[in-house]
């Protein structure tokens, strides 16, 4: 297994409303105008997943897996033709300030890990940002 890591992010929220609103991705669905689409784009949400469109791999689907409250989510892909883990780990350190860290893991052979090492690291990056930026007190 490959393995990314983003960035440790800071979130200005307490990690209760972060898992409440990551734990039911539709709640995402409230803010999906606010995801900028440059690079990803078409988002759908349900309670368990999530899926959008990504040039040129196409349809992404992630499915929840296990939650720990205010603690973790963790997803597995669909639709892709290896498989893909990401988890989102929170901790608080003080009320308003929750670190959060997002880890991905694929199963990827030589071949394909040239190709899409350098999206993924620029899909998990640009995915934290987002997360860490969404308005979690008015979802």
């Not at 409440?20 to 999906?32: A, C, G, M, N, T």
């Not at 791999?57 to 990401?86: A, C, M, Q, T, W």
């Not at 989102?88 to 670190?99: G, H, R, S």
């Amino acid at each position: 297994m490959t393995e990314f890591t983003s960035d440790i992010k800071t979130i200005f929220h307490n990690d209760v409303d972060i898992f409440r609103v990551l734990s039911d991705l539709s709640k995402l669905d409230l803010i999906k105008e606010q995801i900028s689409e440059d690079k990803i784009r078409d988002f759908r949400f349900d309670s368990d997943s999530c899926s959008f469109r990504v040039d040129p791999v196409g349809e992404v689907r992630f499915r929840v897996i296990e939650r720990e409250p205010s603690k973790l989510v963790k997803f597995k892909s669909e639709n892709l033709p290896f498989d893909v883990f990401l988890w989102i780990q929170l901790v608080q350190k003080a009320e308003k300030d929750t670190k959060m860290k997002i880890t991905l893991r694929a199963n990827l052979n030589p071949f394909i890990k040239g190709m899409v090492s350098k999206p993924l690291e620029e899909g998990l990056a640009k995915i934290s940002d987002v997360i860490a930026s969404l308005p979690y007190d008015k979802i």
